[in-house]
């Protein structure tokens, strides 16, 4: 079933366009993350869906419901703030039940919820403490309760984890996403950290400068990203100059190797990037017989913190990183001439 | 770090004789002039008699006292309700539209009290205030003058206060949250139902002593209450001016300032303990 539908979306702030011509489709129920760089417009596109700022053109609208007009507090949406936005004279109770009590629910109602919301975030008997009482972590768990506590159509997070140490921060992201799964609800995050989204989302909309780049499934970004921008801001990714040499070959220096993946229409001898994940590059010494689809290089830093080794290898002035399990380890030392293989299925070719 | 706690006294020193001299004994002199004792040699002498206090036990000056309490308190409410929404909405403007506001409230505050009170005596003249005005738009057939009056001492002291209530309320309201705004807002509540139920509770303490700030500067007002307004909507500060200038009388002019003092002190210590620090 459809959930979140963005359409033809464009956002400015006078002459500043924050953000421009989105087209996003989601089903109800997903988990979906903004992922970009400050300033990217993730977070005015977050607020649009919120109804905190007005779209200067196209719509957004929920389980076919248009909201264009429609007031924030007419949403139906669960909102938590970067900076939590909890009501420092209310208590954790207070907080939680404030949406409820606007609606009109009884007291018994509502402190029902109350404890059923902060058994949820296992957080019980927290009910009659002061905000300013809570630590960080603490605050984050009333913040999500206040914003489920009635049943929201759509779950909006921005930059949910940002005020969290780094510990907190991962074992945050598994918990939301497992309530989320819980809970079946659609649920937006923004975050400028790929790992937390690659964690959590089923559908990641990787974004720079006011425009979508690259919307799909976390693997399908990772292993075949669209543009030089997506690969790098996507874990850790190898770029090659290269020229295209025939339909799937491309040369690198004096080699020629496969390619698996080509994005986007070019001519052959065009100027184009060879993009490898680390973990998908292979380094053999020299003595050994030469493996198909490899370049030369020397290596340069043997970084061994025991469940991975990183290789980092020199090809004629770019580097390359090899991201290897010890069964996989070649034994080379700094300075020894390696050949560096990337498998054809490994390679994708990006417009340079 | 012996010399450290010498130092940090020797600091307090020309702060302490500034107070000393300026405030605590006059103060001092106030309290015994008001239990002096009248002497035939001389105007009075300090003794301890209450003679002073028993004279305001009078219902004509309890009555005064209270008046005075209800005006503060009303002027400080009218000031109040002018003065947030109107600073709450100079908070969502740019920094330029602040600045300017602000400077434009401070030089308010350089006009004398003398001024004000005589500015609206002619604003509220028949000859010509908006009386006329008034008789121009046919809402009445002749202008009319509108003071003495009541209703002109008010205007005139809410007039005094609002400044004061503005600068008050604005660091309160420029440092609020906008976040929890919004939050609200999410959360299912009208702009004018996050008002009431954020805006206002989140800046109680602030509104608190704007309030009470208010209450105490127009307690001590003289001039606006004797050019608006009659001898019954004196205040006790008029009395007190009336008893020390008029009728040469220090010894009951300082004991209604000690009475004017014990009210405004209870209501600052009544206002704070049960509206200000409440909740937590």
């Given at each position: 079933?459809?959930?979140?539908?963005?359409?033809?979306?464009?956002?400015?702030?006078?002459?500043?366009?924050?953000?421009?011509?989105?087209?996003?489709?989601?089903?109800?129920?997903?988990?979906?993350?903004?992922?970009?760089?400050?300033?990217?417009?993730?977070?005015?596109?977050?607020?649009?869906?919120?109804?905190?700022?007005?779209?200067?053109?196209?719509?957004?609208?929920?389980?076919?419901?248009?909201?264009?007009?429609?007031?924030?507090?007419?949403?139906?949406?669960?909102?938590?703030?970067?900076?939590?936005?909890?009501?420092?004279?209310l208590s954790v109770g207070e907080n939680i039940s404030y949406s409820m009590r606007i609606r009109g629910h009884s007291r018994s109602e509502c402190?029902?919820?109350?404890?059923?919301?902060?058994?949820?975030?296992?957080?019980?008997?927290?009910?009659?403490?002061?905000?300013?009482?809570?630590?960080?972590?603490?605050?984050?768990?009333?913040?999500?309760?206040?914003?489920?506590?009635?049943?929201?159509?759509?779950?909006?997070?921005?930059?949910?984890?940002?005020?969290?140490?780094?510990?907190?921060?991962?074992?945050?992201?598994?918990?939301?996403?497992?309530?989320?799964?819980?809970?079946?609800?659609?649920?937006?995050?923004?975050?400028?950290?790929?790992?937390?989204?690659?964690?959590?989302?089923?559908?990641?909309?990787?974004?720079?400068?006011?425009?979508?780049?690259?919307?799909?499934?976390?693997?399908?970004?990772?292993?075949?990203?669209?543009?030089?921008?997506?690969?790098?801001?996507?874990?850790?990714?190898?770029?090659?100059?290269?020229?295209?040499?025939?339909?799937?070959?491309?040369?690198?220096?004096?080699?020629?190797?496969?390619?698996?993946?080509?994005?986007?229409?070019?001519?052959?001898?065009?100027?184009?990037?060879?993009?490898?994940?680390?973990?998908?590059?292979?380094?053999?010494?020299?003595?050994?017989?030469?493996?198909?689809?490899?370049?030369?290089?020397?290596?340069?830093?043997?970084?061994?913190?025991?469940?991975?080794?990183?290789?980092?290898?020199?090809?004629?002035?770019?580097?390359?990183?090899?991201?290897?399990?010890?069964?996989?380890?070649?034994?080379?030392?700094?300075?020894?001439?390696?050949?560096?293989?990337?498998?054809?299925?490994?390679?994708?070719?990006?417009?340079? | 770090?012996?010399?450290?706690?010498?130092?940090?006294?020797?600091?307090?020193?020309?702060?302490?004789?500034?107070?000393?001299?300026?405030?605590?004994?006059?103060?001092?002199?106030?309290?015994?002039?008001?239990?002096?004792?009248?002497?035939?040699?001389?105007?009075?002498?300090?003794?301890?008699?209450?003679?002073?206090?028993?004279?305001?036990?009078?219902?004509?000056?309890?009555?005064?006292?209270?008046?005075?309490?209800?005006?503060?308190?009303?002027?400080?409410?009218?000031?109040?309700?002018?003065?947030?929404?109107?600073?709450?909405?100079?908070?969502?403007?740019?920094?330029?539209?602040?600045?300017?506001?602000?400077?434009?409230?401070?030089?308010?505050?350089?006009?004398?009290?003398?001024?004000?009170?005589?500015?609206?005596?002619?604003?509220?003249?028949?000859?010509?205030?908006?009386?006329?005005?008034?008789?121009?738009?046919?809402?009445?057939?002749?202008?009319?003058?509108?003071?003495?009056?009541?209703?002109?001492?008010?205007?005139?002291?809410?007039?005094?206060?609002?400044?004061?209530?503005?600068?008050?309320?604005?660091?309160?309201?420029s440092r609020l949250d906008k976040s929890l705004l919004e939050a609200s807002r999410t959360l299912g509540a009208s702009p004018l139902r996050t008002?009431?139920?954020?805006?206002?509770?989140?800046?109680?303490?602030?509104?608190?002593?704007?309030?009470?700030?208010?209450?105490?500067?127009?307690?001590?007002?003289?001039?606006?209450?004797?050019?608006?307004?009659?001898?019954?909507?004196?205040?006790?500060?008029?009395?007190?001016?009336?008893?020390?200038?008029?009728?040469?009388?220090?010894?009951?002019?300082?004991?209604?300032?000690?009475?004017?003092?014990?009210l405004s002190a209870s209501v600052i210590v009544l206002v704070t303990r049960y509206a200000g620090g409440a909740k937590s």
């Amino acid at each position: 079933m459809t959930g979140l539908v963005i359409q033809d979306v464009t956002k400015k702030f006078g002459s500043i366009v924050a953000v421009e011509d989105v087209n996003l489709t989601f089903n109800s129920g997903e988990m979906i993350c903004f992922l970009g760089p400050s300033g990217c417009g993730k977070t005015t596109l977050l607020r649009m869906i919120a109804g905190l700022e007005e779209p200067t053109r196209g719509m957004i609208s929920i389980d076919g419901r248009d909201l264009t007009g429609v007031p924030v507090h007419k949403r139906d949406i669960g909102m938590v703030f970067q900076s939590f936005a909890l009501f420092p004279h209310l208590s954790v109770g207070e907080n939680i039940s404030y949406s409820m009590r606007i609606r009109g629910h009884s007291r018994s109602e509502c402190e029902d919820r109350v404890t059923e919301l902060l058994d949820m975030m296992h957080l019980p008997g927290v009910a009659d403490r002061r905000i300013s009482q809570l630590s960080g972590g603490q605050r984050q768990r009333v913040a999500i309760a206040r914003a489920l506590a009635l049943n929201p159509q759509v779950f909006l997070l921005d930059e949910p984890m940002s005020a969290l140490d780094a510990n907190l921060r991962e074992a945050m992201q598994i918990e939301l996403r497992k309530l989320q799964l819980e809970l079946g609800i659609t649920t937006v995050v923004v975050t400028h950290d790929q790992t937390e989204a690659m964690t959590m989302a089923d559908q990641i909309v990787v974004m720079g400068k006011a425009k979508v780049l690259q919307t799909g499934g976390p693997m399908d970004i990772y292993k075949t990203p669209a543009d030089k921008f997506v690969a790098g801001f996507i874990g850790t990714s190898n770029l090659l100059p290269a020229q295209m040499a025939g339909n799937d070959t491309v040369r690198v220096g004096g080699a020629e190797l496969k390619v698996g993946g080509v994005k986007g229409d070019h001519q052959s001898g065009e100027d184009v990037l060879l993009m490898t994940r680390p973990e998908e590059v292979f380094v053999h010494p020299v003595t050994d017989a030469p493996p198909a689809n490899a370049i030369s290089g020397t290596v340069t830093f043997v970084r061994d913190i025991g469940a991975t080794i990183e290789i980092l290898v020199d090809c004629a002035g770019n580097e390359v990183i090899s991201v290897l399990t010890p069964k996989d380890w070649p034994g080379v030392k700094v300075g020894e001439a390696v050949n560096v293989e990337m498998p054809a299925a490994a390679c994708n070719v990006l417009a340079a | 770090m012996q010399t450290a706690p010498l130092s940090r006294y020797l600091s307090l020193v020309p702060s302490s004789v500034m107070v000393g001299v300026f405030f605590a004994i006059p103060f001092v002199m106030i309290l015994l002039t008001s239990v002096s004792t009248p002497a035939e040699d001389v105007d009075y002498r300090y003794a301890f008699d209450l003679q002073h206090f028993e004279r305001f036990l009078t219902w004509f000056y309890i009555e005064r006292a209270l008046f005075s309490a209800g005006l503060c308190a009303l002027i400080a409410l009218i000031s109040l309700l002018i003065a947030f929404p109107f600073t709450y909405l100079l908070t969502t403007f740019g920094p330029r539209t602040q600045t300017s506001w602000l400077i434009y409230i401070l030089a308010q505050l350089s006009l004398s009290e003398v001024l004000i009170a005589f500015s609206w005596q002619i604003l509220l003249s028949r000859t010509s205030g908006i009386g006329n005005i008034i008789a121009w738009i046919g809402i009445t057939e002749k202008s009319f003058s509108m003071s003495p009056s009541a209703g002109a001492v008010v205007a005139a002291l809410v007039y005094l206060a609002v400044p004061f209530s503005v600068l008050l309320l604005f660091p309160a309201l420029s440092r609020l949250d906008k976040s929890l705004l919004e939050a609200s807002r999410t959360l299912g509540a009208s702009p004018l139902r996050t008002f009431f139920t954020v805006v206002i509770p989140v800046t109680r303490p602030a509104i608190i002593s704007s309030g009470v700030t208010v209450f105490v500067l127009t307690l001590g007002a003289i001039i606006v209450p004797q050019v608006l307004g009659r001898p019954e909507h004196w205040t006790l500060s008029v009395l007190i001016t009336d008893q020390a200038i008029f009728n040469f009388n220090m010894p009951f002019a300082s004991a209604l300032a000690v009475v004017l003092l014990v009210l405004s002190a209870s209501v600052i210590v009544l206002v704070t303990r049960y509206a200000g620090g409440a909740k937590s």
